[in-house]
């Protein structure tokens, strides 16, 4: 699978975004639903844990916050390599990357693990075929459906649940337009019915006031 370019990768672009929204509530929800296992690149998906172990502390998770917690627990969590974690930390953060937004990135990231879900299954399989005994080939290949279905149900209500989540903002609503003193008048005799004044009659035509053919 060809991997598109650093700024333009969603695992970059989620994990950048994780470091800088405001909105709360989607960041939770991505932290929640995202495993380290859904990122191509370990040290991705690494730099995701850091990010979600030090939001679950309380710690934040801005990069600072984020740098520190790594560098002084990074046994617990994990993290083999600190130094080169902490080093992609600062270059994502500091990224200047296109628009774009978490949900779109987040499922983008989930989408592509899906689908290398089924190389992997269709590579233990063809190793099971060649290695395993006879009689448990069938239940490996239940177990490997079971997995499978877990993961497309996962995927197929991310975007409801993100939205369910109240991570999606709400379009502002339209201030209504000020109204002159001259138009509230306006509208307050039509809704009223008030009979126009002599001003307000003024240029219109005349009336016939001849009764019969006979001038007055």
């Known amino acids: ?45 690494q730099m995701f844990t850091a990010i979600k172990d030090s939001h679950s502390r309380g710690l934040g998770r801005d990069a600072v916050s984020v740098n520190t917690h790594l560098l002084a627990n990074y046994d617990a969590l994990g993290i083999a390599h600190p130094e080169n974690v902490s080093h992609l930390l600062v270059n994502i953060a500091v990224l200047d990357t296109p628009q774009h937004s978490l ?34 080939l069938f239940n490996i290949l239940v177990d490997h459906g079971k997995q499978q279905r877990a993961s497309t149900e996962r995927l197929a209500n991310f975007l409801t649940a993100y939205d369910a989540a109240g991570a999606t903002p709400r379009a502002p609503q339209a201030a209504p337009e000020e109204q002159t003193a001259l138009e509230r ?14 001003s307000d009659s003024a240029g219109a035509p005349l009336a016939d006031t001849r009764d019969n053919g006979h001038e007055l």
């Open 1 to 45: 699978m060809t991997r598109p370019g650093f700024n333009f990768d969603p695992e970059v672009q989620v994990l950048n975004e994780l470091l800088w929204s405001a909105n709360e509530s989607a960041a939770s929800f991505v932290l929640e639903t995202l495993r380290e296992d859904d990122f191509y690149n370990p040290l991705y998906g």
């Open 103 to 136: 949900r779109d990135s987040a499922y983008k990231v989930l989408h592509d693990s899906y689908r290398r879900g089924f190389d992997a299954v269709a590579d233990a399989l063809k190793f099971a075929a060649q290695e395993a005994p006879t009689n448990e």
């Open 185 to 198: 008048i306006k509208a307050q005799r039509s809704q009223q019915g008030t009979p126009r004044s002599a």
